[in-house]
Every structure is written in C-alpha cells, then in structure tokens.
C-alpha cells in the first residue's frame, strides 16, 4: 500500500525553482535538476496584481472620496508581508508513496497520480490561486509536488473587496470552523486515495506535521518493531522444504505428490515459522496502534482544560467587542453622508433665495426653519460623534485590557495566573492575540494604548473584580477566638 501525504512547505520559492544561489548536493543532484516539471512559475509580485490590483484601486478611491487619501494602500503585496495577521502565500508538500517505492514497479503509477492531482488542485480549491507549481524528481525521496498559492476571499464588506485571507479562502470553498483546515485536507486525502483506486493501488496515509506521530517518531517505532520481531525469531530453525516425489498416473495424466510423515512435519514447520513470523508482527502493530490512541486521548484532555474554555471566553469577548466597533463605524458613516447631503442642500437653497429674496418671502421663512433644522442636526451629529469617539474609544481599551489579561497566562510569574507548561501552539497563541491587539490599536489610531500592550501585562481593575475568587467562610473556632478578643 502506497502512502499519500499533504504536508505545509516552508515556501523557499527560489529553492522551488532551482534559482537558489547556493546549490546544495546534499539536498538534491543538480545534474538531474533539468527533469523537474515547472508547471507554473509567476512572480509573487505579478501574481498580487492580477487578484488584487482592481479591489486596491477601488479601495484607493474610496479613501479618496472620503477624504481620507493618508489611508490608501501603496502596494498590497508589501502590505500583507509587514500583517502580523495573514501571510503573503502558503505552501503544500503533496507525495504519493515513499523513497522505498522509487525502484518499483508502482514508481511509474505513483508519478502519473501525482500528475493528475496537481492537475485538478486549481479546479477543486479555486480560492486558493497556486502561482508556483513545480515537481522534484532530483531528490533522493520519492517525487513531491511544491503547490504554493494565495489564499483569496472575495465579496469583502470591508477593506479590499478581494483580499489575502486563509480562513475566508477555505469558508467560501465549504469549510468552517475550527477544523476548517483539517476537514480540508482530509477531503483531499480522499480525493487523493480514490486517484490510486483508479490506478489499482490502495491508500495509506503517510507521515506528515499535523499527524499524532512525527517522521522521527514514527521511524523510532518501525526500528523497534523490527528489532522485537527479529528477537522472536532469531533461535528458529527454518528446515529446508523436501522436494516433493510426483507420480503421474498413466491412463487419467494427471499427477499427484507423495510426502512421508517426515517431509509433511517438515513443510508444516515452515508454516508455523511464518505463522509466527505474521503473529509476531501483528502483534506489533497493535502496540502501536494503542500508542497512538493514547496520543490522541491526552490530546482531547487537553483541549478540554479550563484555560483552553477561558482563552475561548476571552476571544469571544473580544470579538464581540470588534462587532461593536464595526456596528458604531457604520453608524457614524451612515450620519456622515446625511450630513454632508443636507449641507448641498442648504447651499443650493440659500442661492436660490439670494435670487428670489425679494419676490418670495415664505421661501426665506423656509429657509430660516431649514437652517434651524441643520444646526440642530448638526448638534445632533456632534453628540452622536463625541459618543462614538468615547464608545470607540472604551472598547479599544476593553481590547487592551483583555489582550493583556490573556498575557498573564504566560508571563505572570508571581500572582498565580501564569500556567506551566505551555506548548509551543498555546504560546504562539497568547502572543498572536498581543501582537493582533497591538496592530489593531497602531492602524485605528490608538499608538498609545498599542504601547501598552506591547510592554506590559496584568489585570486591569475593571477586568480584577470579574476574576476576584470569593474570601473563605471564617470557621466556628476563628469567630469565637475573634468575639473574645473583642470582649476583652
């Protein structure tokens, strides 16, 4: 059974491409570089301009026509590099089989699999546009596909209406939720195990970073297995198989073999030693099956710890935060252009009663009421705009408060809200939530509240009295001794 595996690149494209600087031989053989299938190779920069240049003009005029031209984007694709929130592209590594299956009969078969599945990968992810497609066959391992896309989100409400977003990419192609990722790549290791049903081969997962054991993990363990195996069988004897005595009888010709006793215990011993042999192996393989259950059980413990529901808590808050924000923003718009409507209205008016002052003086009351009605919207639209500056205001430092509480679970070292032990994942995503409310802060005009949440952590005291655990009931004996003292 072929191995199939999807596994995330680094994204080197000039290693992609070969036009790396410095060869390394250890890496691959340049002599065999001149076989590799470069099926698609756009520069980054070009490839940014067809998806994004007509969404960035659009955007661009936008800010002009609101009179806010310092928001305009220069070059989108300089724009995502510096995010701290999306990335410029990603990377697949797709293989079918292993370097064991490079000198066997299925190496042919294996190399035609690839081919289609790269074929077909624009037509089944469209959100994903692959801008570099490109096969090693001058590796030592087995031929591997480097599919290295941007991820576009279309119909965006706000900034760019065609923008880089991974998580809108996948939700417009049918996948959302946590396990967005993870359900999409199991749809494609379908797609890529009925590829070698096609082709006559069965499928087999193979190892990559997102499974419960590692390549070196798992290498350990097929190391061990062998090594258990080879011990069971290392004192058996394997007899040599008599060479069997046919008779061919003369009037049916059909033949028939006679064995003594002998040369029968002797086949049957052979057959016990591979019966063993099978027994042995399989019983392997179930140990490590129960490994990987075990693996996968801590895992679902520890999505279940309390800290993993607050960090849930906390981000919701946040979010609902955002939602508030983005609500207050439309609002504040949508008063704007009435303003600026009846404004045009008030000056055409007050030309044509300049014309006709003299003819028409129920027009100048009109006027006098109209004016009278703008001043008080104008009052109006005055307390609306200092009550969403503060409200927008409050919620940026809710943010920031919230960003910083969340940081104590990794840098508090002295009042006990710091946890221990954090993997890498839960580090990266303290630190991600920091760096996001920073970033949000500096681009909404907040540099000061960005400061804060970049050099300090802890709990700011409208957040203290919500995480304040209640004081311990006094005992029997603490209030006696407490009522005697006060006797005295």
């Known amino acids: 059974m072929p191995t199939v595996s999807i596994a995330k690149g680094r994204g080197y494209l000039n290693h992609n491409d070969r036009s790396i600087d410095r060869v390394s031989e250890k890496s691959w053989d340049p002599e065999l570089s001149r076989k590799n299938v470069i099926c698609r190779n756009i520069p980054i920069e070009d490839a940014y301009e067809q998806l994004f240049g007509k969404a960035l003009n659009e955007y661009n005029q936008r800010q002009i026509d609101v009179n806010h031209p310092e928001r305009q984007i220069k070059n989108y694709y300089e724009h995502i590099s510096r995010s701290k929130q999306e990335k410029p592209f990603y990377e697949f590594v797709v293989a079918f089989g292993n370097m064991n299956d490079k000198d066997t009969d299925i190496y042919p078969v294996l190399q035609r699999c690839l081919d289609e599945y790269i074929t077909n990968f624009d037509e089944r992810n469209p959100n994903f546009k692959v801008f570099q497609k490109i096969v090693h066959l001058d590796e030592k391992g087995i031929d591997h596909a480097h599919l290295d896309f941007i991820p576009v989100s279309t119909h965006n409400k706000r900034g760019l209406s065609v923008k880089n977003s991974f998580r809108g990419a996948l939700k417009e192609m049918g996948y959302t939720g946590k396990t967005a990722f993870l359900d999409w790549r199991q749809s494609e290791e379908k797609y890529m195990a009925e590829i070698l049903e096609r082709h006559g081969l069965e499928f087999e997962r193979g190892s990559c970073r997102d499974e419960h054991l590692n390549v070196r993990q798992y290498q350990a363990e097929a190391r061990e297995i062998n090594r258990l195996a080879q011990q069971k069988l290392k004192n058996m004897e394997l007899p040599s198989i008599p060479e069997p005595e046919i008779k061919t009888n003369p009037i049916t010709k059909s033949e028939s073999v006679k064995l003594s006793k002998a040369e029968f215990d002797k086949i049957k011993q052979v057959i016990d030693y591979q019966q063993t042999q099978i027994t042995s192996l399989e019983a392997q393989k179930s140990d490590l099956s129960a490994k990987l259950k075990n693996v996968e059980s801590k895992l679902d413990i520890a999505r279940k710890k309390p800290y993993m529901r607050e960090n849930e808590t906390l981000m919701q808050n946040l979010q609902d935060e955002s939602d508030l924000s983005e609500e207050l923003t439309k609002k504040y718009g949508k008063l704007s252009n009435q303003y600026v409507d009846l404004v045009k209205s008030y000056k055409k008016l007050e030309k044509e009663n300049g014309i006709l002052h003299e003819k028409n003086t129920s027009l100048e009351k009109e006027n006098s009421s109209l004016f009278k009605k703008i001043r008080k919207l104008e009052m109006e639209i005055g307390g609306i705009t200092q009550d969403f500056y503060y409200k927008l205001t409050r919620a940026y430092v809710s943010i920031k408060n919230i960003v910083q509480a969340i940081g104590m679970l990794k840098y508090d070292k002295e009042n006990g809200y710091g946890i ?24 909404n005009e907040y540099p000061e509240l960005a400061k804060q949440i970049d050099n300090k952590v802890g709990i700011d005291e409208s957040i203290e009295s919500f995480v304040k655990l209640p004081e311990p009931e006094r005992t029997r004996e603490s209030r006696s001794s407490r009522d005697w003292d006060i006797e005295l």
């Open 420 to 443: 221990e032990n954090l993997t890498a994942k839960q580090e990266r995503l303290i630190d991600g939530v920091s760096e996001y409310g920073s970033a949000l802060a500096k681009d």
